[in-house]
């Protein structure tokens, strides 16, 4: 009867391990860092979805996928789960340094965010939030307010298939061939 709760214990036992091991696995197939603690997510997966963050000083809105404390720094994560490149797109750039932007705002210390994490399908980007990035989103978003108030602005046409799949095309004077 020992020998059996013996056996027993081994197998619960190595059933544990197994089942550590694999969520260790999964763990570091995120990205995530793999000490930091989700405090934000975005998915509904886990419970009822938290509001966006916002920035009335930047008139700005956003929802990253996550946001995890890492050794007291606060990082977005944006999840691209059907994209794959060799290098992260410059909106999604873009769109993480607005989550790191957000978060500052948020926070209300005033601490920047130091970086941010872009998941593709099958590569994890650490985006540094440097001052230049932060420079380069604030100017975006002023170019794009101006443009909210303009009469007529030109669209852009700088990727083809983007052109070819929008909704617009068929009322579109622009649309490329």
């Known amino acids: ?3 059996c709760f013996g056996v027993l214990a081994l197998l619960v036992l190595l059933t544990a391990l197994g089942l550590f091991w694999l969520a260790r696995r999964q763990r570091a197939q995120t990205g995530l860092p793999f ?4 405090v934000y997510a975005d998915t509904g ?4 979805v938290e509001g966006p963050l916002f920035s009335r000083r930047y008139g700005l809105v956003g929802k990253p996928d996550y946001i995890v404390e890492d050794k007291g720094a606060t990082i977005p994560v944006e999840v691209k789960p059907n994209r794959a490149a060799a ?3 410059a909106s ?3 769109q993480l340094a607005a989550y790191g932007l ?3 705002e948020a ?4 601490a920047p965010t130091p970086y941010g994490l872009l998941k593709y399908r099958d590569a994890v980007f650490q985006v540094d939030l440097a ?4 420079r380069a989103l604030l100017d975006l978003l002023d170019a794009m307010r101006r443009d909210l108030a303009a009469r007529d602005v030109p669209r852009s046409h700088a990727e083809a298939r983007r052109c070819q799949r929008c909704g617009y095309r068929a009322e579109c004077g622009q649309a490329m061939e």
């Open 107 to 110: 926070r209300a210390t005033g």
């Open 1 to 3: 009867m020992a020998a």
């Open 131 to 134: 001052d230049d990035l932060r």
């Open 102 to 104: 957000l978060i500052e």
């Open 87 to 89: 290098a992260p797109r």
């Open 35 to 38: 000490r930091a603690r989700i």
């Open 92 to 94: 999604d750039v873009m």
């Open 45 to 48: 997966a886990w419970h009822q």
